[in-house]
């Protein structure tokens, strides 16, 4: 939702839910919310649909995107960590997400164990996983 977003001042957008990128969701285990992100039916229809090249410019720009979070995942992590450091975030404290799982969710988030051959198919996999997901509302 837009209160989770940010614009910065050229105008590029920022997702700041930090919480949802650690793994944290409303409900925690019991959530709905299960999709990798929310991508619904509208948003593709104003792409002009799977055929498109827009969508395809989407898709393109989805992968790289994933690819270049890949490349600086040190420094995110260390961003990340430095955050943690006796941090009051609910997204990285008590037994769910406290002593490192965060970090170790925002590692897997990334695909790190994932060989870079693969990277690709994957990433398109999120974007498949998470069309029309019932758990996104």
Not at 19 to 26: E, L
Not at 68 to 79: E, T, V
Not at 94 to 114: A, D, I, P, Q, T
Request: aromatic letters at 12%; one cysteine or more.
């Amino acid at each position: 939702h837009n209160g989770n977003i940010m614009i910065d001042t050229r105008g590029h957008l920022i997702h700041i839910d930090f919480g949802f990128v650690m793994g944290m969701a409303p409900g925690h285990e019991f959530s709905m919310e299960r999709a990798p992100f929310k991508f619904t039916k509208e948003c593709v229809e104003v792409m002009g649909g799977f055929e498109s090249d827009v969508y395809k410019e989407y898709e393109r720009l989805f992968v790289d995107g994933f690819k270049q979070a890949r490349l600086n995942s040190q420094i995110a992590l260390g961003l990340v960590e430095i955050m943690m450091y006796k941090s009051n975030y609910p997204c990285f404290e008590g037994s769910r997400y406290g002593n490192g799982v965060s970090l170790r969710r925002f590692e897997k988030r990334l695909m790190l164990n994932v060989p870079d051959r693969l990277v690709d198919s994957r990433a398109k996999a999120l974007i498949k996983k998470s069309y029309c997901h019932w758990g996104t509302g």
